[in-house]
C-alpha cells in the first residue's frame, strides 16, 4: 500500500476512534441531565463498558492477521506455532491461527474474573439501583456496544489494522481502560463519600441536581483524558521515543514465515523412527520446568492425603502427577516430529524441514550457512538404533532427532562431522 494511502487510512481510523471516545464519554452526562441519574450508574456503566471492551477485545485477537508471538519450546503450544497454522474464513483474507483458538478459552477466564473482580469492589458496596437506573444504564450499554462494534469494523477490518496485529497487540488498550475503571470508580466512591453526610448514608441516594452534575463531570472528564491519551498514544510514543517509530510504545509482531523453495521434488528424504516421535518427549523432562512443576504439586497433595491414610485418592494422584506430564510431553514430541520429513537435495545442497500435515516449511538451510555439525547419540538412539544431527548456523542450532540414516544428511554439506558424547536431548530451539 503506497505511503500517502497509509497515512490516509490511518487518519480515518483516528477521527472513527476519537468520534467513538466523544459519543461513549458523553453519555453518562446525557443520563445524569434527562433520566436523573446518580454517581452510582456512572460506576454501572463504566463496569459494563469494560466488559464491552473486553468482548471486542476478543473479537480483534481471533481474527488477528500475524501469528502469536510465542516460545516455539513452550510444551505442546510452541509446535503449533511453529507450524503457523491457521484457519481462513470464507470469502475473506481473515485467518484465525490454531494457537489463538485454543488459547482463547483461558483469556476470555482471565478477561472475565478481571471483570467480575473489578465488579466486586466497585459495584458490591453499592445499593440496589432502581428499574429505572438498570434500564438506561442497558440501553447506554447497547449503545456503547454498537458504537464499539462499528469502529472495530471499520477500523480493524475494513481498513486492514488486523493485518498489523496478532493476538497479543490485538488487547492493546485494554489494560489502561481496566486501570481507568478502577481508578476513575475509586475516585467516584471517594467523591461520594465526601459529599454524603454521616456514616449511615446510602451512597445511592446523592441528590444529582445537588452535586451529581460536578460529581460526573468531574469523573467523566477523567475517564476522557484517559481515552483521548489512548487514542493518541501511538503519537505520544513516536514524540517521546523518535520520529520513524510506526508503532508506537509497542514493537510490531512478526509477520507470518514464508521459506522460499520446499523442494517438492527432492531425490532423498528422511524421518525421524516412529518411536522416536512419541517416547522421545519423556527424555526432555528436565528442560520443561512447568511439566516438573505440575507432577511436583501433584505428588505434594498426595502427601498430603497419606497423611490421613486416604490411600486410594494417593494412589490415583500419583498415577495423575506421573501420567499427565508424561503424556503432555510425549504429545508434544509427536506434534513437533510425528508428521515431519526432511528433505534433502545433495546437488543443490539444501536441506529443508517439512511438516507434511500442516503442509508448510518450517525451515530450510543450505550447505554454506552451517558453521557446524555434530552427530550425537541419546540413550534413546542406543537403544533404537539411530543418531541425532545437530545442525549450527548463525542464528542457532537445528537438531534433527532420532534419524534411522544420517548419512543423506551429511552429505548436504561439506565437511565430516563432530562426534559428541551421549546427551539428553531437548534444549531450547529443537527446530531452531
Not at 304 to 324: E, K, P, R, T, Y
Given at each position: 500500500m503506497p505511503f500517502t494511502r497509509r497515512v490516509l487510512y490511518a487518519e480515518n481510523s483516528r477521527r472513527t476512534e476519537l468520534l467513538s471516545t466523544i459519543v461513549s464519554n458523553s453519555l453518562p452526562v446525557v443520563g445524569v441531565g434527562l433520566f436523573d441519574w446518580s454517581a452510582a450508574a456512572l460506576l454501572f456503566l463504566y463496569w459494563f463498558e469494560l466488559g464491552v471492551d473486553s468482548v471486542w477485545a476478543l473479537v480483534r485477537a481471533v481474527f488477528a492477521g500475524r501469528p502469536p508471538d510465542i516460545?516455539?519450546?513452550?510444551?505442546?503450544?510452541?509446535?503449533?506455532?511453529?507450524?503457523?497454522?491457521?484457519?481462513?474464513?470464507?470469502?475473506?483474507?481473515?485467518?484465525?491461527?490454531?494457537?489463538?483458538?485454543?488459547?482463547?478459552?483461558?483469556t476470555a477466564l482471565i478477561l472475565a474474573v478481571v471483570w467480575l473482580v473489578t465488579g466486586a469492589l466497585l459495584i458490591g458496596p453499592l445499593p440496589e439501583p432502581s428499574t429505572e437506573t438498570v434500564t438506561g444504564v442497558l440501553l447506554a450499554t447497547i449503545g456503547i456496544f454498537v458504537l464499539t462494534g462499528i469502529t472495530t469494523v471499520r477500523n480493524?477490518?475494513?481498513?486492514?489494522?488486523?493485518?498489523?496485529?496478532?493476538?497479543?497487540?490485538?488487547?492493546?488498550?485494554?489494560?489502561?481502560?481496566?486501570?481507568?475503571?478502577?481508578?476513575?470508580?475509586?475516585?467516584?466512591?471517594?467523591?461520594?463519600?465526601?459529599?454524603?453526610?454521616?456514616?449511615?448514608?446510602?451512597?445511592?441516594?446523592?441528590?444529582?441536581?445537588?452535586?451529581?452534575?460536578?460529581?460526573?463531570?468531574?469523573?467523566?472528564?477523567?475517564?476522557?483524558?484517559?481515552?483521548?491519551?489512548?487514542?493518541?498514544?501511538?503519537?505520544?510514543?513516536?514524540?517521546?521515543?523518535?520520529?520513524?517509530?510506526?508503532?508506537?510504545?509497542?514493537?510490531?509482531?512478526?509477520?507470518?514465515?514464508?521459506?522460499?523453495?520446499?523442494?517438492?521434488?527432492?531425490?532423498?528424504?528422511?524421518?525421524?523412527?516412529?518411536?522416536?516421535?512419541?517416547?522421545?518427549?519423556?527424555?526432555?523432562?528436565?528442560?520443561?520446568?512447568?511439566?516438573?512443576?505440575?507432577?511436583?504439586?501433584?505428588?505434594?497433595?498426595?502427601?498430603?492425603?497419606?497423611?490421613?491414610?486416604?490411600?486410594?485418592?494417593?494412589?490415583?494422584?500419583?498415577?495423575?502427577?506421573?501420567?499427565?506430564?508424561?503424556?503432555?510431553?510425549?504429545?508434544?514430541?509427536?506434534?513437533?516430529?510425528?508428521?515431519?520429513?526432511?528433505?534433502?537435495?545433495?546437488?543443490?545442497?539444501?536441506?529443508?524441514?517439512?511438516?507434511?500435515?500442516?503442509?508448510?516449511?518450517?525451515?530450510?538451510?543450505?550447505?554454506?550457512?552451517?558453521?557446524?555439525?555434530?552427530?550425537?547419540q541419546t540413550p534413546l538412539d542406543s537403544l533404537l538404533g539411530t543418531e541425532t544431527v545437530t545442525i549450527e548456523h548463525a542464528d542457532g542450532e537445528y537438531i534433527l532427532p532420532h534419524l534411522p540414516d544420517a548419512a543423506s544428511v551429511i552429505a548436504v554439506f561439506d565437511r565430516q562431522p563432530e562426534r559428541s558424547e551421549p546427551i539428553i536431548p531437548g534444549r531450547a530451539g529443537l527446530l531452531g
Open positions: 516460545e516455539t519450546s513452550t510444551l505442546v503450544m510452541g509446535p503449533l506455532v511453529e507450524r503457523q497454522f491457521a484457519l481462513s474464513v470464507p470469502r475473506t483474507d481473515l485467518r484465525v491461527y490454531l494457537p489463538t483458538l485454543l488459547a482463547l478459552p483461558v480493524y477490518f475494513y481498513n486492514g489494522e488486523y493485518r498489523k496485529h496478532n493476538s497479543t497487540t490485538a488487547f492493546r488498550g485494554l489494560f489502561p481502560r481496566i486501570v481507568t475503571v478502577f481508578l476513575g470508580g475509586i475516585l467516584t466512591l471517594a467523591l461520594i463519600t465526601a459529599a454524603t453526610e454521616g456514616p449511615e448514608a446510602e451512597l445511592g441516594s446523592l441528590d444529582p441536581t445537588v452535586v451529581g452534575l460536578p460529581l460526573v463531570l468531574m469523573v467523566v472528564c477523567f475517564k476522557f483524558t484517559s481515552d483521548l491519551l489512548g487514542v493518541y498514544s501511538d503519537r505520544l510514543a513516536v514524540y517521546f521515543k523518535s520520529y520513524d517509530e510506526e508503532h508506537g510504545w509497542q514493537t510490531a509482531p512478526p509477520k507470518a514465515r514464508s521459506i522460499d523453495g520446499t523442494l517438492t521434488d527432492a531425490p532423498e528424504r528422511v524421518r525421524p523412527v516412529r518411536w522416536g516421535r512419541v517416547i522421545g518427549g519423556l527424555l526432555r523432562l528436565p528442560y520443561h520446568p512447568g511439566s516438573l512443576f505440575l507432577g511436583g504439586m501433584g505428588l505434594l497433595v498426595a502427601v498430603l492425603f497419606a497423611i490421613g491414610s486416604a490411600w486410594d485418592i494417593v494412589a490415583v494422584i500419583v498415577l495423575a502427577s506421573v501420567s499427565i506430564p508424561a503424556l503432555l510431553l510425549c504429545l508434544d514430541q509427536l506434534l513437533r516430529y510425528g508428521t515431519i520429513e526432511y528433505r534433502i537435495d545433495p546437488d543443490a545442497g539444501a536441506l529443508v524441514a517439512y511438516d507434511r500435515l500442516f503442509g508448510t516449511a518450517l525451515w530450510r538451510i543450505e550447505s554454506w550457512e552451517e558453521s557446524g555439525l555434530r552427530i550425537e
